[in-house]
């Protein structure tokens, strides 16, 4: 297994955001997704980031002071992220894909143009070793 395609959920099944959403409407977004983190993409399907939730919170701490009319003043490229889920390209190795995985719980792919084409999730990898290491009798 060499292809991490084998592992992509398409942008198309994918939950993410667009890097001119509001605070409010990136924590509405995230609420009905139920996901603690988020790729942000531009209008042009680029990859941006990843917002999460902890994002969020300190963004309204000390932005907003927890009044939502002032979230919907907020863009979500205004908020400081703890960090970025580094993207891979398809042609990344497997044990390059393992390797981001270990440290992030999704992990963006783009194409050559950075066009962000979906998720690879560190849930996928490890059920995929499990099936690998310890198939059903």
């Known amino acids: 297994m060499n292809n ?20 409010r409407q990136a924590l509405e977004k995230m609420e009905v997704a ?3 983190a988020l790729p942000i993409l ?7 980031g990843t917002l999460t939730e902890g994002d969020v919170l300190w963004a309204m701490k000390n932005m907003c002071y927890m009044d939502m009319r002032q979230a919907e003043a907020h863009r979500i490229m205004e908020i400081a992220r703890r960090r970025d ?4 390209r398809v042609t990344t190795s497997m044990q390059d894909l393992i390797d981001r ?20 999730t560190r ?15």
């Open 4 to 23: 991490i395609l084998f592992f992509l959920l398409p942008k198309a099944m994918c939950a993410y955001l667009y890097d001119d959403y509001t605070v």
């Open 34 to 36: 139920h996901y603690a």
């Open 42 to 48: 531009n209008r042009r399907g680029e990859y941006r």
């Open 85 to 88: 889920n580094v993207p891979v």
């Open 101 to 120: 995985a270990s440290t992030q719980n999704f992990v963006p792919v783009v194409d050559d143009k950075d066009a962000f084409i979906g998720i690879v």
């Open 123 to 137: 849930r996928s990898i490890i059920k995929y070793c499990q099936e690998k290491l310890f198939p059903e009798d």
